[in-house]
C-alpha cells in the first residue's frame, strides 16, 4: 500500500494560496504543506536546510508571484529555491509550475526568463503545439486559461514544447515525465482571481493588446475556470502516474 501522498507548494505572494488544486489533492487524501516566501523579511538569506527535505516530497506546485526570478537582489530567497528545485529535479521528481513557478523551473535549468513582447493579462486561448509526441501530457486542440505576466520563459533545452498562443509562443512546456511548465493560471478560481485584482499597484503595469478590462475580469462567469482546473488535475495525475507514486 501506498504511503499518503505528501505534497508541498512554494508561494510567493500573500493571498494567492493554492487555487483549485487544493480541493483536487484533498480528494487524494495528500498532505499538503508550504513554504511561503512572501512571509521571509525581503533582507533575509534563506538557508537551503529551511527549505524541506526533498525526500520528504512527493508532488511539488510552484506557485506564481509578481516578481521578477531573475530579481535575486530584491529576493534573497530566489538562489536559495532555485538551488533547492536543481536538488529536488535530479531526483526525477514530480512537479508543476503555474507562471512563475514555471518561469522558475526553466531558469533553474539555465533557460532565460526575459520581458515579454506583449503583456498578457485575462483570459486566452492557447493551442497545443501539433508536433508533440504521443507519449506526452496531452492537451486539447485549443483551451482558454488566465494569463497575467510580463515576462516569460524559453524553453528548457531538452524540454518538450507542448503549448503557444498569439502573444506568448511558450506557454507550456514538459521535462522527461514529471515536470510541466505553465506560463499561465490553470489554478485560477474566482475567489483567487478577486484577490488578484484587488492589487491595483500590479494592474498599472499592464498594457497592450492582450491586456482585458478589470471589470470583463470582474464579471468572469464560473464555467470559464473550470477547463484550467481540469487540465491542471490532469497534469497533477500525469506527473504522478509516469513517475510511479
Not at 66 to 78: G, K, Q, R, T
Not at 172 to 197: A, C, D, K, R, W
Request: proline content about 4%; overall charge negative.
Amino acid at each position: 500500500m501506498k504511503s499518503q501522498l505528501k505534497v508541498h507548494y512554494f508561494q510567493h505572494i500573500a493571498g494567492e494560496g493554492f487555487g483549485s488544486c487544493y480541493e483536487y489533492l484533498k480528494q487524494k487524501n495528500a498532505k499538503i504543506t508550504a513554504t511561503e516566501f512572501f512571509a521571509l523579511p525581503v533582507e533575509q538569506a534563506l538557508d537551503l536546510e529551511a527549505l524541506p527535505d526533498v525526500n520528504e516530497v512527493d508532488l511539488l506546485i510552484i506557485m506564481g508571484g509578481s516578481m521578477s526570478v531573475n530579481d535575486e537582489a530584491n529576493y534573497p530567497w530566489l538562489k536559495i529555491e532555485k538551488r533547492w528545485l536543481r536538488r529536488y529535479l535530479a531526483l526525477g521528481k514530480p512537479a508543476i509550475g503555474l507562471c512563475l513557478g514555471g518561469q522558475l523551473i526553466a531558469n533553474a535549468l539555465g533557460a532565460a526568463v526575459s520581458r515579454s513582447q506583449q503583456q498578457e493579462l485575462g483570459w486566452s486561448t492557447i493551442r497545443k503545439v501539433q508536433s508533440v509526441p504521443q507519449d506526452c501530457f496531452q492537451l486539447p486542440e485549443q483551451f482558454n486559461l488566465l494569463q497575467w505576466h510580463t515576462e516569460s520563459f524559453e524553453i528548457p533545452k531538452g524540454a518538450v514544447h507542448l503549448a503557444e498562443n498569439e502573444a506568448c509562443r511558450n506557454q507550456m512546456y514538459q521535462i522527461g515525465n514529471n515536470v510541466l511548465g505553465f506560463q499561465s493560471h490553470p489554478e485560477i478560481t474566482p475567489q483567487v482571481l478577486e484577490l488578484f485584482l484587488e492589487n491595483s499597484e500590479e494592474l498599472s503595469i499592464f498594457s497592450g493588446n492582450y491586456v482585458q478590462d478589470v471589470n470583463t475580469l470582474i464579471k468572469s462567469s464560473k464555467n470559464k475556470f473550470l477547463q484550467g482546473n481540469q487540465i491542471l488535475n490532469q497534469a497533477i495525475d500525469y506527473v504522478l502516474r509516469k513517475t510511479a507514486y
